[in-house]
């Protein structure tokens, strides 16, 4: 197993997602809980910030460019479609795996800023797989998260 500084090295720039699914409990099946065609980047920097966006397209255009104009139903309609967080991040060695925490500075949803979103990281080549180490809603036994790197990382 690498360390933890040789996981974080391979982490940094700039990863853009290939997947998103959610594993149900009951039976196993995958399912899209963000939506299919989900577009994401997620970027770590070499001091330990990270940036997590998730964007499903198809959004209606706001009449105006000005955010502040957008009515009510425009502004709701970005916020289902639209994710995002930035903060700090670092890696820990367990056995037989990596764990990434990211450690949520600022967030779209209000109440993940202060809260840590642990993952547990795969790498391979240019692929990176991120899941969640223990359920995160009732019915969901994990999510996994799948990324490509471009392949001048």
């Known amino acids: 197993m690498e360390s933890a500084l040789a ?3 391979s982490l940094i720039g ?3 997602l290939g997947e998103y699914v959610a594993i149900r409990k009951d039976n196993g099946e995958n399912f899209h ?3 299919l065609g989900l577009q994401g980047s997620l970027l770590y920097t070499a001091d ?3 940036s997590v966006h998730f964007m499903q ?3 209606a255009e706001h ?3 000005n955010p502040a104009n957008a009515t009510l139903n425009a502004q709701n309609g970005s916020m289902r479609h639209y994710l995002a967080y930035c903060g700090t991040f670092h890696v820990d060695e367990g056995v037989n795996q990596s764990q990434i925490t990211h450690q949520i500075a600022l ?3 209000p109440d993940w800023v202060g809260q840590s979103q642990r993952r547990i990281a795969r790498l391979s080549g240019n692929q990176l797989e991120l899941s969640t180490p223990e359920p995160v809603l009732l019915d969901v036994s994990h999510i996994l998260c799948s990324y ?4 001048t990382h």
């Open 7 to 9: 996981i974080r090295q």
């Open 14 to 16: 700039t990863w853009s």
């Open 33 to 35: 809980p963000l939506g």
């Open 48 to 50: 330990d910030s990270v």
């Open 57 to 59: 397209p198809g959004m």
């Open 63 to 65: 009449v105006d460019t």
């Open 107 to 109: 967030c779209n949803i």
């Open 148 to 151: 490509l790197i471009p392949q």
